[in-house]
């Protein structure tokens, strides 16, 4: 009998160690991913959750039930080295923004980049449906746009925003792309509204027919797909806002000499 009341006593002793133990090892391990959700959940404001979440719910239901079936469609109907063509088209024109805010960020060597790469193209690349800088050259395209230039002179996001079709934002994003917006040669074509419109629903269609089902995964993976894009969106921009300048060797390949090729090497950049 009195073996039996100790051995009761160990395993209780025991039992009562082991759960302080993982209450310790929870609170020292568990802990910091617990805190590093948190960080990542705040990384950007977002007071207008609900009304976020229905702008999202409105843009999902307008993807997969309008824009992903014309996407299909559009796919099929085209094959894709014209389709990637196009899409080297609407790049080609979109880069007095890119190179316009590199010079707004006094990034050089990005204005020069984007430069270089619209005459190339503009010219060898029949008008910038093909991409012999990046093809040939190895010239690669640089992301720049006004709500990268807030960022840079320490302009903070504000708050999330979810904008209709455009998709997820902020406040200084979405300033950042109305100023934009007057850079972009489609507004001066005069081409009418329906026009201009028609030009922006095909450079949506014609990348989406490019897209390898990334939403889908999103939504199909994501616990809260919400979420997933806030917490996504707002990395990819903080990456690119804080990104040094690259240090580009334009004619990196055993058929050309780079110090004698190199426009960015003439002059010392």
Known sequence: MALRSLTLLLVGCLFFVGSVCADDFDDDFGGDFFDEEVVSERLIADPLQPLNRGTFWVNDKLYFYVFKPVAKVYRKALPRPVRVSVGHFFSNLSTPVRAGNALLQLNFRNFGTETYRFVINSTFGL?????????????????????????????????????????????????GVYVDSFADPFRYAELGTKGYLATKFLDVENRLSLDRETYEGIVLDSLDPYLFVRAAYVQSRLSQVGEETYNINIFDGPLFDSDLLNPFDWFGF
């Open 127 to 175: 008008g910038g449906f093909f991409d012999p800088a990046d093809s040939v050259a190895g010239v690669k395209k640089k992301v720049e746009d006004f709500g990268q230039t807030l960022g840079y002179y320490q302009v903070g996001h504000g708050f999330y925003l979810v904008l209709p079709i455009v998709g997820p934002s902020s406040l200084r994003d979405a300033a």
